[in-house]
């Protein structure tokens, strides 16, 4: 790989250690998949936030980057954390958490890392068809590369970290126009309507892409949300950062469908099947959970209005995932949310937070990636089921209390 004067002087440790350390990951990383050039980026984001997820390890690591003057030098934000930052004291955590928690998050603002704590970067930053970022949350990948069209490979924390600092990313992957072609041509016999079932479709074809990126064909629309859906799916069951999709996503008029090696047919029957399979329980649950990756404006308002005249069961949670920037600017239909007993989270999900403290043992959800991590990520049980299902098991109307 070919590294200008100015890198391979950070590479010396000419601009002290902390940078000379990113570069290497970087640099390491292009090496091993035969990366020609570093490639400037214009943003990163950070997951590996999580006290829960990842303990004590790499706190002394980014002590070290803080003390020595380690900044991002590029947009970069960080992923959901162990818990709701305004709202953890009936969480019966621990002082060691809540303490160990505050201290990751303090650690990565003083690294000049945005905390917004949330999986959708992309609603809080103007991104373009052929920008190059370096991402690490899966489902924002697949978002970013597929849906707008800008370019990342699907980073880890410390990757991600290590471009954040030095404001470039290796060029190989996902960042070349060529290896951004489909591999596996998908025949969608019955198009998925309802967020739910673009994630189920999600992960039914992730496990058989696994890292080949797939082009779907025989659905007419999509919106923007269904795609989201449809991508954190696709990557939460196989290591797919990209798709396209026929007639809606920015890239597909350059493919030429013919150089697609595999083609498969989805059945109506198979993601009906998906939906057993992503269920390990027919138990009612004891908490509904809507918002994985975090819900957009759009969708707050949906299930604003859908709650409009409804009650929250009194033995039943529902929770909502969102970020803190969209609760802010949704404040009213929060409130009409909330007045109907349900809780809007912030700063966390389903999949990083200390659920096991709070006594969950069964999570009815409509997002497919949820129901697929929570089994082995939280050891509770999932129900798989659409939105409207979710809410409806969750509420009773009011003229029926
Ligand atoms: Fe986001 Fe957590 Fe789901 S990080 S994509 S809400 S698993």
Redesign the pocket.
């Known amino acids: 790989m070919e590294l200008t004067l100015a890198e391979e002087r950070i590479l010396d440790g000419e601009e002290g250690y902390a940078h000379q350390l990113a570069m290497k990951i970087v640099v390491k990383l292009g090496e091993i998949f035969a990366a020609d050039r570093l490639i400037p980026i214009t943003s990163a984001h950070i997951?590996g936030a999580s006290y829960k997820t990842i303990g004590d390890a790499p706190i002394e690591f980014l002590e070290d980057l803080v003390k020595n003057g380690a900044r991002a030098s590029v947009k970069a934000t960080l992923?959901?954390v162990g818990f709701d930052l305004h709202d953890y004291k009936n969480w019966s955590l621990s002082q060691t958490i809540i303490e160990k928690q505050k201290l990751i998050i303090r650690l990565y603002e003083a690294l000049n890392i945005q905390p917004i704590l949330s999986?959708t970067p992309y609603y809080f930053e103007e991104l373009s068809l052929g920008d190059h970022v370096a991402f690490s949350?899966s489902?924002a990948c697949v978002y970013t590369n597929s849906v707008i069209g800008a370019r990342t490979n699907r980073e880890g924390g410390p990757s991600a970290l290590a471009s954040a600092i030095i404001g470039k990313t290796a060029n190989y992957g996902l960042h070349i126009t060529e290896l951004r072609q489909p591999k596996l041509l998908v025949e969608v016999e019955t198009p998925p309507k309802e967020y739910a079932e673009f994630g189920m479709l999600g992960t039914y074809v992730g496990r058989l892409a696994r890292d080949h990126i797939p082009i779907f064909q025989g659905i007419r629309t999509a919106t923007n949300n269904q795609l989201k859906y449809l991508g954190?799916g696709l990557a939460s069951t196989g290591m797919v950062a990209m798709f396209h999709m026929r007639g809606i996503t920015p890239e597909v008029q350059k493919i030429d469908i013919k150089e697609c090696c595999e083609k498969i047919t989805i059945t109506q029957d198979e993601l009906n099947n998906e939906l057993h399979k992503l269920s390990t329980t027919d138990s009612i649950p004891d908490l509904i959970f809507i918002?994985?990756?975090?819900c957009s404006l759009q969708e707050i308002q949906e299930i604003a209005a859908y709650l409009r005249h409804k009650k929250v069961r009194a033995d039943l949670k529902l929770w909502i995932?969102t970020s803190q920037a969209i609760k802010e600017v949704a404040q009213e239909e929060i409130e009409m949310i909330e007045n109907a007993g349900a809780k809007v989270i912030c700063d966390t999900?389903?999949?990083?937070a200390y659920l096991e403290q709070l006594g969950i043992k069964t999570m009815m959800t409509s997002?497919a990636?949820?129901a697929n991590?929570t089994p082995h990520f939280c050891d509770i049980d999932s129900v798989m089921n659409t939105v409207q299902g979710c809410l409806d098991t969750a509420t009773t109307k009011l003229k029926d209390i």
Do not use: D, L
Not at 291 to 294: A, F, N
Not at 349 to 352: G, L, R, S
């Open positions: 997951s992923n959901p999986c949350e489902s954190a918002g994985c990756p975090h995932c999900c389903i999949v990083v997002s990636k949820a991590y």
